[in-house]
């Protein structure tokens, strides 16, 4: 919060990106390396997977500053700009580190509205308020009834600390598991709920986009493995139902990939086809399902706000999102083309990033649970490849654009944003006794 004030002054762009930088490692050298909550107080505790989280969010908003320069440099009102990045990064920690269900819905609302404003405000089609009520009222709508679940708890039990919710099933019903449950599906997103996405990325500036990707489809995630404690009876014998309608809906997304011809759209829909793993291996309710989820959903945070770095530098150069546009980029920046190769082996889950040990989990998981999803899981993995492939292949080889100028191969700073992205993906899976032991 003392960054705050330094949003007044529009030089100071580059020291707020220097200060945050220095947060996070000063927060990564305050990870907790033991299985319990710590920093408990009235409101607010964390435990492992609150910290994880934080960290990327705080690592996300960091990188967000680097890649946004065009605003400082066009002096797009970029104080204002810094202001709803540390905004948005305040609402984060706030929501992760809540220990009380009331206080997590409120912050996880109120995330929503420093995201609208980047989306609104830098955004760069006049579509873009359409985006934006999509977004806000898909998310607001399936919230409603949570709010109504969270004070039915409360009257149930008396308190809403998340230390004191497992144990008594009592109370559950199936349209309260599913009022507790939808809010956190819409946000993730899952099949059927998931036309918010899509728009909101092709509309949102890169760093609505990174953000959106990186950190806010993981509320979701986090959400329900905060509320399952209380919906574990009934959890096992709905949970068929979200997990059928995930992994085919993922199916069917990856289809859509296929078929895409503008890179962010691309790139959207592949969040919703790696989510729909996610949905799948928190709602078997079994160790590695639960474990993997989390070591997945960290992985996709970097993995795909870097695809966005990457579609927003092609797109500052060339005017244009659409892959018949961008192609033959390995004749222009055949540099950049090798952190194309680099993300998008990550995307595919190739070793040795995060992604193949969430994977890996999930796939075990989810056959071990049932082994009729195979099948499933088999052409998931391929499509996964496929369109992934289809991306690079389309983006980096071809013929030149006959429109397209001299342009710069790439700035320091562009590679620099672009290696924060893609090594920590990488490194973490050396420690992987945090990214998948932790319950």
């Known amino acids: 919060m003392f960054l705050t004030p ?17 947060i996070s490692f000063i927060y990564f050298f305050f990870f907790p390396y033991f299985f319990c909550w710590s920093g408990l107080g009235y409101i607010f505790g964390c435990d492992l997977i609150s910290y994880g989280l934080i960290l990327l969010s705080l690592w996300i908003c960091v990188l967000m500053i ?5 605003v400082f440099r066009l002096g797009y009102f970029s104080g204002f700009f810094v202001f709803v990045v540390i905004g948005l990064t305040i609402m984060l920690y706030c929501t992760f580190s809540s220990i009380s269900l009331l206080s997590f819905y409120i912050f996880f609302e109120s995330s929503l509205i420093p995201t609208l404003f980047l989306i609104l405000g830098w955004g760069y089609q006049p579509e873009r308020v359409q985006a934006g009520i ?8 399936a919230s409603l009834p949570l709010l109504v679940g969270i004070l039915f708890i409360y009257n149930s039990l008396g308190s809403l600390c998340l230390f004191l919710l497992g144990g ?8 309260f598991y599913v009022c507790m449950v939808f809010a956190f599906l819409v946000s993730m997103p899952m099949f059927m709920v998931h036309l918010w996405l899509p728009s909101a990325h092709v509309e949102a500036p890169v760093a609505g986009s990174m953000i959106l990707a990186g950190v806010l489809l993981k509320l979701g995630g986090y959400g329900l493995l905060r509320v399952f404690p209380v919906l574990f009876k009934f959890g096992f014998s709905f949970g068929v139902v979200w997990v059928a309608l995930s992994l085919v809906g993922g199916l069917f997304v990856s289809l859509f ?12 829909y592949s969040s919703v086809a790696h989510m729909s793993m996610v949905i799948g291996g928190i709602m078997t309710l ?19 706000s870097g695809l966005f770095c990457l579609s927003n530098i092609s797109y500052e150069r060339f005017g244009s999102r659409s892959l018949l546009v961008n192609s033959g980029l390995i004749n222009l920046m055949p540099s950049m083309a090798m952190w194309w190769f680099l993300l998008s082996a990550c995307n595919m889950a190739a070793p040795p990033s995060l992604n193949l040990l969430g994977e890996i989990g999930l ?5 071990s649970w049932s082994w009729c999803l195979m099948f499933v899981l088999i052409f998931l993995s391929f499509f996964s490849a496929a369109y992934t492939l289809y991306m690079y292949s389309y983006s980096q080889h071809g013929s030149i654009y006959s429109g397209v100028y001299s ?3 790439g700035y320091a700073r562009e590679f620099l944003l672009l290696f924060l992205h893609w090594f920590p993906l990488n490194l973490v899976i050396l420690s992987v006794d945090v990214s998948i032991f932790w319950v």
């Open 66 to 70: 680097l890649a946004s320069e065009s």
């Open 6 to 22: 330094l949003c007044i002054f529009p030089g100071f762009w580059w020291l707020i990106c220097s200060l945050l930088f220095f």
């Open 363 to 367: 796939l075990s998981s989810l056959v």
């Open 286 to 304: 079994n160790y590695w399902g639960v474990c993997s989820s989390f070591a997945l959903m960290v992985a996709h945070g970097l993995c795909s």
């Open 407 to 409: 342009c710069s191969l």
């Open 168 to 175: 008594d099933n009592s109370l559950v019903g199936g349209l």
């Open 257 to 268: 990939c296929m078929r895409q011809t503008d890179l962010k759209s691309l790139i959207a």
């Open 134 to 141: 999509y977004l806000l009222f898909y998310t607001l709508l």
